[in-house]
């Protein structure tokens, strides 16, 4: 189980809501195992008096934040990593300076879901990759 947020100027966010989601979705698929189905997205567009950046960012900046259930390697998180600086760049012209991430792990008895606790449902999926 994994919540995505995707952080960034809502006039940049809003034309490539869509693609962005496709390419996060599909490091994830690749990274974690997660299957096709298992997208949740959010996008937090806000303006500009809202969005404060470090120095040496442009207006394509984007957050991304994931939160899952923990229990993934140091290698599928790394690579996850990897994946989205990558693929962002490639598909999407978002260069890597523009892009921040951060997992954020929580044991599955923290999660409900599906009106059951999360360390007592069956998943469709692996946790442990």
């Not at 034309?15 to 959010?42: G, T, W, Y």
């Not at 934040?65 to 990558?86: C, P, Y």
């Not at 890597?96 to 599906?114: K, Q, T």
């Amino acid at each position: 189980m994994s919540q995505i947020k995707i952080y960034g100027l809502k006039a940049n966010l809003d034309p490539i809501k869509k693609q962005l989601s496709d390419v996060i979705h599909s490091c994830v698929m690749d990274a974690l195992q997660f299957p096709a189905d298992k997208r949740a997205h959010r996008f937090l567009g806000l303006e500009k008096a809202d969005f404060f950046m470090p120095a040496g960012r442009s207006d394509a900046y984007i957050i991304i934040e994931i939160t899952m259930i923990e229990g993934r390697s140091v290698d599928a998180k790394k690579k996850l990593v990897r994946l989205l600086f990558d693929k962002i760049n490639a598909e999407i012209g978002i260069e890597p300076v523009d892009i921040e991430i951060c997992i954020y792990e929580s044991p599955a008895c923290n999660w409900g879901f599906r009106g059951m606790h999360g360390d007592e449902i069956k998943l469709n999926y692996a946790i442990n990759v």
